[in-house]
């Protein structure tokens, strides 16, 4: 092979040519029929992450079993892990506030490629830890702003990611990986634990199920956004440092296995998606200094987001929040904006 010709093929662009010129057969349209291309989209949306084959093997009960209860200070933290598919338990750990309510609207709480959701209940069980504490306290800053937390433990993540010597991959990769390679997705999983969860709920007679939010940073604020495309009863989603067209963020950044979800982009968009959480409120948090989900490419997606929710008639239920910072959970920025959806909800 000549020189000549390898220089016309730096990198080898071919899939670079096939995603800048692909057009998404199910990308919105002001012009067509808005509940007939949400339920097609709803059926992609399911097929593509896997979500069909999930729910195949859902377990046949939670069979919640409850760890240990500890008075902490102002609040009781209480952990406890469940079933969602056959083989998995789900770790979780529920923090509710002492403040004499019968009930409390629940907060979600996801962590992303942190070393576990113990961070957000201000556990520290690595040296590296410390450094994300108090700002990874994610279940411990929703009980100070009056939510009862749950925060879960992802698949692939802390708890749940495989040790054993041929496992072992930087972050969730092998999770991701096997997922693909069994017809199914990481992501997917993850939602379907979130839907489990959000079923569990009912044991618990503080937490109000009709008041349900959903929030996380990075590979969390992904399956925030992910999970409320999927279950309706999450009443407000608020993904942080992950909301960005798949073409300037997962196509062209390398990103974690656990990102990818096999041909959607030859149906559909991220900002395509915001249709299946429509009109329930979503507020999008992003940082202007993101390198991986760069802010121009954010706020063109947004765009659609805007335009979707207007065609569903809740064109103020959606919001563009922006940060001074990078890659970085602002909970000075954050917890504000989801306070003020709370409280036009009623929540508060």
């Known amino acids: 092979m000549s020189n000549e010709v390898v220089e016309l ?21 002001e012009g067509a029929d808005f509940e007939a291309w949400k339920k097609e989209l709803r059926a992609r949306f399911y097929a593509v992450t896997g979500l069909t084959e999930i729910e195949k093997n859902a377990a046949p009960s939670r069979n919640v079993k409850i760890e240990y209860e500890q008075k902490m200070e102002g609040y009781t933290k209480i952990r406890f892990t469940f ?16 403040t004499g309510k019968e ?26 830890d410390a450094d994300y504490q108090p700002r990874g306290q994610f279940g411990i ?3 100070e702003n009056g939510y009862a937390a749950l925060c879960i433990e992802q698949r692939g993540m802390g708890e749940r990611k495989p040790t054993t010597p041929t496992r072992k991959a930087p972050g969730c990769t092998y999770s991701a990986l096997t997922a693909l390679q069994l017809g199914r997705t990481l992501i997917g999983e993850r939602m379907f634990d979130v839907r489990c969860a959000i079923d569990v709920l009912a044991d618990f ?8 939010l959903i929030t996380g940073n990075s590979g969390g604020g992904t399956a925030s956004f ?18 960005c067209p798949y073409k300037e963020s997962i196509l062209d950044i390398y990103h974690c296995a656990c990102n990818y979800i096999p041909a959607a982009y030859r149906y559909f968009e991220m900002q395509d998606l915001s249709a299946l959480i429509a009109p329930r409120p979503l507020t999008i948090v992003t940082g202007r200094e993101d390198k991986i989900f760069p802010i121009e490419a954010v706020r063109r997606g947004y765009e659609t987001v805007s335009r ?21 959970w602002c909970v000075d920025i954050v917890w504000p904006a989801i306070n003020a959806e709370a409280e036009k909800l009623g929540w508060k």
């Open 9 to 29: 093929f730096p990198g080898e662009p071919c899939h670079d040519l096939l995603y800048q010129n692909m057009k998404q057969e199910l990308a919105f349209s």
């Open 83 to 98: 079933e969602s598919e056959i083989g998995t338990r789900v770790p979780c750990w529920l923090l509710v506030p002492d």
């Open 103 to 128: 009930k409390y609207p629940v907060a979600i709480t996801l962590q992303g490629h942190s070393t576990g959701a113990h961070n957000s209940v201000g556990e520290i069980k690595f040296e590296k």
């Open 141 to 143: 800053q929703a009980v």
């Open 205 to 212: 007679a503080p937490c109000d199920t009709d008041k349900i």
């Open 226 to 243: 992910y999970c409320a495309c999927y279950d309706e009863r999450i009443k407000l989603s608020v993904p942080s440092c992950s909301f």
């Open 308 to 328: 979707i929710y207007e065609a569903a008639g809740a064109a103020d239920a959606c919001q563009l929040v922006e940060t001074p910072r990078e890659h970085w």
